[in-house]
């Protein structure tokens, strides 16, 4: 084995198409920093903030959180492998927090991605897809490298919470949002992540970055939902990501206004963070992944555009996309709200429909006619204008950071 593994990992991930990767240990379940990792996760699942992600909460035979120690659920592996890949293009596109044009919605800047076309614009590419292309490669290669071992590659879908082991790969802080930051990249990246049975010895290990969050709290001031509740602590089930795209059914009205314009995810908590705006100044670090463009159209989409559409044509626009995640009913609930929350009149005509008695989506008729209020509630509150949900300015000055 070579003498440097981290240099070794990184020049695979590179070679493999990622912007950066590394390795790290998985602690034992019996170290300090293994049971501070299933207290967190055992405490967190017990405040309720899972939500309805019924996945996170299974348990082993032994009565133990599977997803709260790689060693529960993975008893190979020693070692994870964490890589990343940029997504969301440079500066030259927009901010969830920038003002909006009128009566459009905001889809989470992970789902723009797309490929090139033959002809046209960017198709949808499906990132899972794409990283884990990477990823098999990156383990042939470094087989070829390093000799045999045990090794699963996934992305999303496995069975740890990937910031817990980008620190100690050397890929980023956690930032107060519970993202993982990178000093040079900030932190929209997505990750891809190999298990292996390789053992890192300590004196191999990656430097651990510093926390660099220092004073700032723009993250959890500007959070609309409350679902950042202190620093490091999500309420998942506040979260508009978690209500956008995993919640099934109706979502709780006192929420709604909350979830201003968002209609697939959210960005704001990473968009006011001063390691993303440093981030974005940089355009060398502009993202030109052919297999991740930006698929312009899904950049502030027109709201009234995505409501008119049937099911066959919302299915043929996100073929591929993340965004089938949310079906097409929730997506349509989601927009509701955005239509609701935008006070925009024009919006009217659609609400009034999808909140009539020939509308058969029971959720879609109740949130419609919670919409159809919100907008004349949004209108009397802007004096009349309707249109400007609150917006966060971009920051330029940065807070302390370290
Ligand atoms: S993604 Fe949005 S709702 Fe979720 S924590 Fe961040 S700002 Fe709050
Ligand atoms: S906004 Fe501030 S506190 Fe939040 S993650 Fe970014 S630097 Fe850290």
């Not at 506040?238 to 314009?261: F, H, N, Q, V």
């Not at 993303?276 to 060398?284: D, V």
Request: glycine share 10%.
């Amino acid at each position: 084995m070579t003498g440097d593994l981290q240099s070794t990992v990184e020049e695979h991930a590179q070679a493999a198409g990622f912007a950066a990767g590394g390795i790290a240990p998985i602690p034992a379940l019996d170290s300090a920093e293994g049971e501070e990792q299933a207290a967190y996760f055992a405490d967190w699942i017990a405040q309720g903030y899972a939500g309805e992600m019924e996945y996170l909460k299974r348990k082993d035979a032994l009565g133990r959180f599977v997803r709260s120690s790689l060693e529960v659920a993975v008893p190979w592996a020693r070692s994870v492998i964490v890589c990343a890949a940029p997504y969301g293009g440079g500066p030259e596109y927009p901010l969830s927090t920038d003002p909006a044009p009128p009566g459009t919605g905001w889809i989470g800047r992970y789902a723009w991605s797309g490929k090139e076309a033959p002809a046209g614009p960017p198709v949808p590419s499906d990132y899972h897809k794409v990283l884990l292309r990477r990823l098999k490669r990156m383990e042939v290669s470094l087989k070829a490298s390093l000799g045999e071992f045990a090794s699963w590659a996934y992305v999303d879908t496995g069975p740890l919470v990937e910031r817990a082991f980008s620190a100690m790969a050397g890929i980023g802080w956690t930032g107060k949002n519970l993202c993982t930051l990178n000093q040079e990249r900030g932190s929209f990246f997505f990750l891809g992540v190999i298990l292996t049975s390789l053992e890192v010895p300590g004196e191999l290990r990656a430097t651990l970055p510093a926390d660099r969050c220092g004073s700032c709290t723009r993250c959890l001031d500007a959070c609309p939902t409350g679902a950042l509740v202190g620093p490091h602590q999500m309420d998942a089930s506040r979260c508009i990501s978690y209500l956008t795209i995993e919640k099934r059914g109706t979502i709780d009205p006192a929420l709604r206004a909350g979830m201003g314009r968002q209609i697939f995810g959210c960005d704001i908590c990473q968009d006011v963070c001063p390691w993303n705006t440093r981030a974005r100044r940089k355009p060398e670090r502009a993202t030109a992944d052919p297999e991740l463009l930006v698929r312009e159209p899904l950049v502030n989409p027109q709201l009234s555009t995505l409501a008119a559409l049937s099911e066959p044509e919302w299915e043929a626009l996100f073929f591929g996309s993340p965004v089938k995640r949310a079906r097409f009913a929730g997506f349509r609930r989601n927009l509701a709200i955005a239509m609701g929350n935008s006070g925009d009149q024009s919006a009217l005509p659609q609400l009034g429909r999808w909140a009539s008695a020939e509308e058969p989506d029971a959720t879609l008729r109740e949130t419609a006619q919670w919409a159809l209020a919100r907008v004349e509630e949004v209108r009397s509150l802007a004096g009349g204008s309707g249109g400007n949900q609150k917006m966060h300015s971009r920051q330029e000055e940065d807070p302390e950071l370290v």
